[in-house]
């Protein structure tokens, strides 16, 4: 923790910004070792080199923030009372007007900015985004660790979904049963709403799990990921459920092809973009082109889709340490679709993929 909030002090200073005042989820946690989901109460920690760093937050999370670890100011407030003016008082009271100040503006709504303007009159604001996104994005060994189990345990939802696949069951049916057998494996959020589509349906990259019942002689699609002392896994795998015509077989095979094709190219010092367009030309080449609509994959981390953007467009190079998906797809309209997608982690010798499920083509009967 004390690590990241001097990196982040020093990444400041570079850009000659005075302090920050960091509000979301994610990057609090990131900071803070502090998980919580605080609705529409404001927690946020403030940053400045002349004093110790501030947390603010309710008064029934002081002891939660402590018990994580937090050792150092701590400005908690009841429900009646407005904790911009207890943060604003304790400012003024270290003779603290800062000239700039760092908020996250893809996170700040109009209240709050208007909130922190009354509460530093003096100061500009500049976009943290970016500094934060680049201290997140090469990942420690200790968050390494975190991401492989959370990996290990999106494969166990596949297998678990992959077994419960039979005629007359509904797709929401498969949904409730990956989620309990995770939940009885100790996993208490799953990192975005399970996806378990059937026949048709898995023409939408994304769809959403209704009371359909699945029928035999189609695809059937998982999409899932969990979240493990907070971080994030994301994975998907398509399989036959019962016979495929040769059309289903061969876009299931492009689609693995140019997965495939992609996680070979991804070696350190390559860019982004040409991941994207690897895979891209598979399927194109193909003759599937139109059916691919999204770009490659995102960062992962703390969150699901988190810096960077894995599109064809991207010249950023792989690092070591980064952590991102590579899930290729194809959606043809009244055939059916095929998305496979893996964790990838970049290391100096190549990519090491953290989810292990089986990706050659799987026949349910």
Known sequence: MQERLENFLNKLKEQTIDSAFITSKANVYYLSNYYTEPHERIVGIYLSENFDPIFLLPKMEESDARNAGWKYTILSYYDHENPWEILKDYLNKQNHQPQSVALEQDHITMDRYQAIQNTLPEAQFQDAKEILAQLRVIKSDKELSLLKTAAELADFGIQTGVETIQEGISELDLVATIEYSLKKQGIREMSFQTMALSGAKTASPHGHPSTSKLEKNGF?????????QGYCSDITRTVAFGNLTEEQKNVYETVLNAEEAAIEKSVVGTSVGVI???????????GYGEYFTHRIGHGLGIETHEYPSMHGENNLPLQSGMTFTIEPGIYVPNVGGVRIEDMIHMTEEGPKTLTKYPKNLQIVN
């Open 220 to 228: 059937v699609l998982f999409d899932l990921g969990v979240i493990y």
């Open 276 to 286: 994207d367009q690897t895979a891209r030309k598979v399927i194109n080449d193909a």
